[in-house]
């Protein structure tokens, strides 16, 4: 579905659910995680639905996860980092989840 259109490029690890992956560097973190194969990105805390990326540009909020113990990051808004910690969630809320959307 999401291919890099350069394909190369330096390369930073970083630690998914506890599994190290290695990914593009200077690039979104949603896409970073899209490229590894990480979907869904979480699930919704009340009925576990899995949600995605859906605009990658700040607006759906779709791309939450906990980044180095920060709940509720965009994933598409912030850049990845060597050595970054990136939690999934897998039903607990996260901050800013105020409703089963
Ligand atoms: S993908 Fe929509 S806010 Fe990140």
Redesign the pocket.
Known sequence: MFRALDGGGAKQSIDVDGRRVQVRAGIPL?IALLEAGVIPFRKTPVSGEPRA???????????RVAVDGRSGV????IEVADGMSVRISSGDALAGDDADV
């Open positions: 949603a990326p859906v605009c990658l540009m700040g607006v759906c909020f779709e791309c965009q994933a598409c808004m």
